[in-house]
């Protein structure tokens, strides 16, 4: 987090997902600048919910949404396999471009 803070990237909204959902983590996820931290018990509609609302036009603007104005893409990061298989499957049928990383660094490399 802290190399993609101090990098060119950021300006790149962040959404955390994360298993450690403590205050303490939140805190933490929220200080290096994050949109939002959720935690993996969310769910999947709340996800949804919290990159829509990033990436909706701002209030009052004439856009007709992210997706169709220009569909983003969603670099989606985590060490495990089965959870980046879902999250693709979850964005791409929602209409958006995803990319997959299992760490950081590799997420960094993709964002580039």
Excluded at 48 to 57: C, F
Excluded at 82 to 108: I, K, M, Q, W, Y
Aim: charge should be negative; hydrophobic fraction near 45%; aromatic fraction near 4%.
């Amino acid at each position: 987090m802290r190399r993609l803070r101090d990098s060119d990237l950021a300006n790149i909204p962040v959404i955390v997902l994360s298993a450690r959902e403590s205050p303490e983590d939140v805190a933490e996820g929220l200080a290096f600048g994050v949109r939002s931290y959720l935690g993996k018990t969310a769910g999947l509609d709340r996800l949804l919910a919290e990159v829509r609302a990033i990436l909706a036009p701002p209030s009052g603007s004439s856009g007709d949404g992210v997706v169709s104005a220009g569909n983003p893409c969603i670099l989606i990061v985590d060490d495990e396999d089965d959870v980046l298989d879902l999250l693709t499957v979850v964005f791409e049928t929602e209409g958006f471009r995803t990319l997959a990383a299992s760490d950081g660094p590799n997420a960094l490399t993709l964002a580039y």
